[in-house]
């Protein structure tokens, strides 16, 4: 019984002195996965800016775009009132003319009418 306390009582303190020493093996395994992992997040954050600088780029263009075609629709509207004014502005000068050229020209003496033979029977 002496010897089965004294083999218990030994495993103990040969448990407890193996459980202090580090284990050799498994720190540079963590660095290495402890490395990979830092890695990993680094080339997900850069995909993530890249992905982010890729949208920002595409709404600044869609907004370009936007500004253009607004742009280019004011400049179609103000075309179209240029035209349609020079149109009025045309129409009242020859609407001008004409009276002036009728006002021009002296009246001319009625001719009488001729009277209607009467129908025969």
């Known amino acids: 019984m002496k010897k089965v306390i004294a083999t218990l009582i030994a495993g103990l303190f040969a448990g407890a002195a193996f459980a202090q020493t580090p284990a050799p093996a498994t720190a540079p395994a963590a660095k290495a996965e402890a490395k990979e992992a830092k890695e ?5 954050a850069k995909e993530a800016k890249q992905v982010a600088k890729a949208e920002a780029k595409e709404t600044k ?8 075609v607004a742009s280019a629709k004011a400049d179609a509207k103000e075309k179209k009132a240029e035209a349609h004014h020079k149109a009025a502005k045309a129409k009242a000068d020859a609407k001008h003319e004409h009276a002036a050229a009728t006002a021009a020209t002296p009246a001319t003496a009625a001719t009488p009418a001729v009277a209607a033979a009467p129908a025969k029977k």
């Not at 263009?61 to 253009?68: N, V």
């Open 61 to 68: 263009a869609a907004a370009s775009a936007a500004a253009d």
């Open 40 to 44: 990993v997040a680094k080339a997900e």
